[in-house]
């Protein structure tokens, strides 16, 4: 790490990307099964919530997880230091896990999203935040970098849906004696909580094996702090920043900040509102068998693994490192939107077939594979990117909080989300895929638009 120009990347960008990789497990995991928890009649293993008040739930939580890394980043950049902070984290969010396991009713529901909330906070921008402290100011590989770690995160999505799915609808599911099936929800809450586990054994366990003394002390307001430095450098100049080009560095990570909240807002309907439209109205039979609706939230993640290596690989070649910040993610906000179109090929199909408020008029599952697909090129154009450029922005002392600031993004996102969802019982899913379509295909021209005055305030980095 003492030139810019090095091959290939530090083995601590491994540990961080299987600790992230179980954690992911944990917290998709969760996730696959969440809204059918919450609405599945309690005959069935679930809570019995209607389908808009689960829906505004899911919404209020993930909007939450995604905005407590900004309480999380700050107490670790001020007192605790990163990883300690990830270590905190990571044991609330295994304990949450296992009040969801070990209690079935809406006190035990809201301990453990809590639990899951808070310990998100803490684990969440600081462990993203340590990828970007393995490389140096200017160094090309902090794209691919981030490209990896996302295949980490996308690699514990993709497992935890099966094995969970697995547990809820087949091993741990019984049959009432209406002929209604119990679904085991809690044992896949306990897997989760398992996962969370591993991961933190191997983190603490290899930590300062591979990485050494990054991370461990806080980065401000302590005696150890006072020569970390305080302001970051023009990698193409190399000269220091000015603080009027630093504040106009940050200004940018709220600018993308913006763009991002809308994106976040159309791609998290995949566990909300399309999976609830996967479990009624898409045809999940395949030879003979019914693919659970949970399994459907690895498709983003099978897509993730095996593009994104490809994405790293065009992210270092000469004309990535033309395409600047702005653009990239601006041609994810189109791609996302087109994803929609996919789904509005579905509802077209259902009309063609019939009453679309018979749940035996399906639509082809290719519809919805296809919306994956592009949502997940849409997400690669700009989820790595948007973290890793936020590690370039930012000052050395304000990293974690600023990580937490760009993941706040996510729960503004959420927050609309979870609304979104839930006016599609009103409107219809056919009109609110159309207007998310549409908003998110402006934003992304307009990012594209903005590109050129955007990078001249990052100064230096693209």
């Known amino acids: 790490m003492d030139t810019v120009q090095q091959k290939g990347h530090p083995k601590g960008l491994y540990l961080l990307f299987f600790t992230e ?72 969010m295994m304990i949450g896990q296992f009040v969801l396991f070990g209690m079935n009713n809406n006190t035990g529901l809201y301990i453990g999203l809590a639990l899951l909330i808070i310990g998100n906070g803490f684990f969440k921008p600081n462990i993203s935040t340590l990828v970007g402290g393995l490389y140096p100011d200017g160094d090309d590989r902090r794209d691919s970098a981030f490209s990896i770690f996302y295949m980490g995160i996308n690699l514990g999505a993709l497992i935890a849906p099966f094995i969970i799915g697995y547990f809820t609808d087949n091993l741990f599911a019984t049959t009432n004696s209406d002929g209604s099936i119990a679904y085991g929800y809690r044992y896949g809450f306990l897997a989760a909580g398992i996962g969370m586990l591993i991961g933190q054994l191997v983190f603490n366990g290899l930590a300062k094996k591979y990485l050494g003394d990054l991370g461990l002390k806080p980065v401000g307001g302590t005696e150890d702090a006072k020569d970390a430095p305080v302001t970051s450098v023009n990698p193409i100049t190399g000269k220091t920043l000015t603080k009027p080009e630093e504040t106009q560095r940050i200004s940018v990570i709220f600018i993308l900040f913006l763009f991002a909240v809308f994106f976040w807002a159309g791609f998290e309907q995949a566990g909300s509102s399309l999976s609830l439209y996967t479990d009624k109205f898409i045809d999940r039979n395949v030879f003979g068998f019914e693919i659970p609706t949970s399994w459907f939230q690895s498709v983003n993640p099978i897509f993730i693994v095996t593009l994104a290596p490809l994405f790293a690989m065009f992210w270092s070649s000469k004309l990535g490192k033309k395409l600047s910040t ?88 959420n927050f609309i989300g979870g609304f979104l969802a839930s006016v599609v019982e009103t409107l219809g899913a056919g009109q609110v895929f159309t207007y998310i379509s549409g908003f998110v295909i402006v934003c992304g021209l307009l990012l594209v638009v903005l590109s050129k005055p955007i990078t001249k305030m990052m100064h230096g980095v693209k």
Not at 41 to 53: C, D, H, P, R, V
Not at 59 to 81: C, E, H, N, R, S
């Open 326 to 413: 702005p653009v990239k993610m601006g041609v994810g906000m189109i791609i996302l939107g087109i994803g929609f179109w996919f789904m509005l090929g579905a509802v077209a199909e259902r009309n063609a077939n019939g009453d679309i408020a018979d749940i035996a008029n399906k639509a082809g599952i290719m519809w919805l594979i296809m919306t994956y697909l592009f949502h997940t090129i849409g997400e690669l154009c700009l989820s790595p990117v948007g973290l890793s450029v936020v590690t370039k922005l930012s000052p050395p002392k304000l990293a974690s909080i600023l990580m937490a600031v760009w993941m706040l993004s996510s729960s503004i996102a």
């Open 21 to 92: 990789m179980w954690e992911r497990f944990s917290y998709y995991g969760m996730r696959a099964i969440l809204i059918l928890y919450l609405t599945k009649k309690l005959i069935e293993g679930g809570l019995g919530m209607s389908e808009q008040s689960a829906t505004l739930l899911y919404g209020y939580f993930t909007g939450l997880v995604y905005f407590t890394p900004l309480i999380g980043g700050w107490l670790a950049d001020k007192y605790l230091g990163k990883r300690l902070a990830i270590t905190i984290g990571g044991i609330t």
